[in-house]
């Protein structure tokens, strides 16, 4: 298993960004190698899936397209999620994953999240 430290949460108005961190340590797996995910968790709704990053390419929910960016620097061991033009529903605990190789359907290691306030 992996180890998942996020970083980058906050409160912030309407509109304004923020950029989450994700740094990862402890795997024998090539980082490069692993799919990478950022997931978020609002009050009273289930864990959704906001972004993935794998060596075939990225994801996005609909809602966060255009405004999300989801990075990793495969050398710092470290994936990131740019978050413009955050709007109230973007409201919620955000975790980072990662898969245990490259498919983006098994995330087996979570961080333990970082909360992430927008108000209007």
């Known amino acids: 298993q992996v180890q998942l430290v996020e970083s980058g949460g906050g409160s912030v108005q309407a509109g304004g960004s923020l950029r989450l961190s994700c740094s990862a340590s402890?795997?024998?797996?090539?980082?490069?190698?692993?799919?990478m995910g950022w997931f978020r968790q609002a009050p009273g709704k289930e864990r959704e899936v906001v972004a993935t990053s794998s060596s075939r390419g990225t994801y996005y929910t609909d809602s966060v397209k255009g405004r999300f960016l989801i990075s990793r620097d495969n050398a710092e061991k470290t994936v990131y999620l740019q978050m413009n033009s955050l709007k109230d529903e973007d409201t919620a605990i955000y975790y980072c994953?990662?898969?245990?190789?490259?498919?983006?359907?098994?995330?087996?290691?979570w961080g333990r999240g970082t909360q992430v306030t927008v108000s209007s």
């Open positions: 994953a990662a898969d245990a190789g490259g498919s983006c359907a098994s995330f087996g290691s």
């Open positions: 402890g795997s024998s797996v090539t980082y490069s190698r692993r799919c």
